[in-house]
Structure formats: C-alpha cells, structure tokens
C-alpha cells in the first residue's frame, strides 16, 4: 500500500473510514480533505458540487480557504472560472487526477480576472485535482493547492488520488441513494402521520420499528397501550395475553406456524360518550425483505381506531364532493348517526329541507340511497384522515426498536 500511494495502510484505512462518513454526513468531506492535505503536503482543499452544465454551485466543503472567498465564488467567480469550461473541451475522464498547469497554462491562466482576482490573492498557485460524475447532470470537481512559495505538485501526487477517486465516486452515489431514501421515508412517514388511525409496524420479533404520531399519543397518554423495551402491550393484562397472542401469529414468530391471518381486539372501553377503541393486527409481507436476512424489515402492522363511525369533516366532504356548506354539515351528521331526522336536528335545518339537501347531494355523488351515501364515504381515503389535531411532542425510544429518526 506504501509503495502504490505513499501511505502505510493504517492511514489509508483511517482516511476510508472517514470518507465514507459523508455518506450520512456530507459535512464529513472536510476531513477528507484536511487528511489529503496532511498526506499530499497541501495548504488547502475543497470539493465543489455544482448544478447542471457548471451554471450554479450547490454545495462547497473547504479546508483551509477564506470563508469569505468561497461566498465571494459562488455568488460571483462561478461565472468567470476557466477551469470546469477547460474540463469539458479536454474531455479529462471523470475520477482521473490532473495538474492544472497541465491543462491550463500558467501564463494564460495570468491573464484571466479568475485568477487576478480569486486564486491570487488568496496564493493559490499550484492545484491537483479532476472532476467526479454527479447524479442528474450534476458535476463534482475536487482539488488541492499550494501557495507559490511551496513546489509544484507533481506525478507522484497522482496514485492516491487516482486509488480514491473510485471511492470518491462509490459514496457520493450512496449518499444520493440514502438521501433518496430518507425523502421517501419522510413523505411516507408524513403522510401516515395525517392518518385518523394509530399506526405500528412490527418486525418478526414484535419490535416496534416505526410508530406514527397519533400511535405514539395513544402510547405515551396510556390509552390503551404501552410500549415496553420496544414491544406493544395492552394495559389491560387479559387484552395484552391475547394482543401479543395476535402479534405473534400476525408477525410468523410463532414456532411453527406460517404468519396467520392477524385479527381485531377491543382494548379499550367506551366512556362518557366517547368510542372505544380497537386494535387491528394484520401480517404486512409486502415489507418483508426475504432476499436479505439480515436486514430488518416489517412483518405486522397493528392499526388502532375508534369503535365508533368517525365524525366526518363538513370541509372536507365539501371539498371532495362539490356540496354546499349545508349539505356537508347535514351529510357529516347523517354519516355519524346514520339517521336524517337526528342528522337534520344536528345540522339545525327541517326534515323537508334535510330532504332537499339529501336529493342534491345524491346527485352530486352518484349515491341513490343514504346507505350508498354512507358507504361510499365511509371507504373513501378521506375517511383516514383527520383535520386540524395539536400534537404533542414526539415520543422517541432508544435502542433497535427506535423507528423514523429514532420513533418508536
């Protein structure tokens, strides 16, 4: 390994393990370079991440440049800078390490308000680099520089970046496939956190891997659930023998047995008025990861919600259906009591004029009956949905069973 780039192998190793920290981390790269300068004899580094066609810089990560000069480079000398147009005309492969001088010569680089103005005065005569390929048009471009008082890089300053530019390349593409990853986990996760129910997901051993915000309300308020070293219980002791009775069948940790088919329990009462609640345990295969076994991966779902019709919203039935105010009132009643004349007197109107409202809405919906009607909207995704909710702070768990950014 000495012999190929000029290092011993504990100091390769040490400069991969933190290259590949800018997988999640992309602020990482600043190490990456401080070590490069450390090895190559360098005063300074950057990586530059620009937009399509060299217009706009994204993102640049430096180590021992003026603050100043890198704002002063993106709101400016990004337009004037001759080293990217250079790179395209030379056709230089991507992830091969170049001289500057090499391809821009000194004394026509002199000439250029780039230089005077930007690499001058900040004594940055002598730069090694190249450019990587980045994701969706986007270019890359590294380097390392030394003042004019310092030698000139020369071609053995080449093997170790020539030997990392693969690895360079390799976690800029895992970073692009794990902030993908992350986006989708947040739209998903975002999108059951709006949802009218408690939603857990479960891995083969019962762990809690992802929990949305109204699962964790029900689980830090006690109603009904409880959550202990990462694993759903009722409160109810007799519930929780046969929830856990469900979750193991649901999940196929049962010695023995294939995942069955889950089931529903009660697990809390009604009370004051108010619905109870009951939990639906469900197998999930189609999160299973069968192909990789030591990945984790989702084998249950529990969904936990009222006993009770769900009140629907006037606006939201407004909205979807094209119905007047009225008519969402009356019908948001109608759908939590299934009955006109109480559904008219919650709405404050006649049984002639809930009547009226009830023909226009039929026609507005396709229905012909209200058990249609009720049916219909009953099953429509916006049953799932609740409106307006202050949520309270987000329970978070330690250890394996921590879900979303460490959710239960």
Request: charged share 25%.
């Amino acid at each position: 390994m000495e012999g190929a780039c000029g290092l011993d192998a504990a100091s390769f190793c040490g400069l991969m393990e933190v290259l590949y920290q800018t997988v999640q981390r992309p602020e990482a790269w600043v190490a990456v370079l401080a070590l490069l300068c450390q090895h190559l004899g360098a005063d300074s580094g950057m990586i530059r991440f620009y937009a399509r066609g060299w217009s706009a810089v994204d993102l640049t990560l430096t180590h021992g440049f003026d603050p100043s000069f890198t704002a002063a480079y993106r709101e400016h000398f990004v337009h004037l800078d001759p080293i990217p147009g250079t790179i395209e005309r030379a056709m230089l492969p991507p992830g091969v390490p170049a001289l500057l001088d090499a391809f821009i010569p000194h004394s026509e680089l002199k000439r250029t308000e780039f230089y005077s103005d930007y690499l001058l005065p900040q004594d940055k005569r002598h730069v090694i680099g190249g450019h990587l390929l980045g994701e969706d048009g986007a270019k890359v471009l590294f380097g390392l520089q030394r003042s004019h008082r310092r030698r000139p890089f020369e071609e053995s300053d080449k093997p170790l970046l020539r030997l990392l530019a693969p690895h360079f390349q390799q976690a800029l593409r895992l970073h692009r496939a794990f902030s993908d990853a992350r986006v989708e986990a947040r739209a998903a996760g975002g999108a059951l956190d709006g949802l009218n129910v408690a939603v857990f997901f479960l891995d083969k051993a019962g762990r809690v891997r992802f929990a949305n915000d109204r699962a964790e309300d029900r689980v830090r308020a006690r109603e009904g659930l409880s959550l202990r070293h990462g694993r759903l219980h009722a409160t109810h002791p007799g519930r929780d023998r046969q929830l856990q009775q469900l979750i193991g069948s649901a999940a196929g940790s049962v010695p023995g047995e294939q995942p069955g088919p889950g089931g529903a329990l009660r697990i809390t009462p009604g009370h004051n008025g108010r619905p109870g609640a009951t939990a639906y345990v469900t197998a999930w295969h189609r999160c299973v990861l069968a192909e990789d076994p030591i990945a984790p991966s989702v084998a249950a779902a529990v969904l936990v919600g009222p006993s009770a019709r769900p009140v629907r919203d006037p606006s939201w039935l407004s909205g979807a259906y094209g119905l007047t105010r009225a008519e969402a009132r009356l019908v948001a009643r109608l759908v939590e009591t299934c009955d006109l004349r109480q559904a008219a007197e919650a709405a404050g109107v006649t049984r002639e004029t809930a009547r009226a409202y009830l023909k226009s809405v039929f026609r507005k919906t396709e229905c012909r009956s209200q058990v249609e009607l009720i049916g219909k909207i009953l099953a429509s995704p916006g049953a799932l949905w609740t409106g307006t909710e202050v949520k309270s702070p987000s329970l978070r768990t330690s250890g394996p069973a921590g879900g979303r950014n460490g959710r239960a």
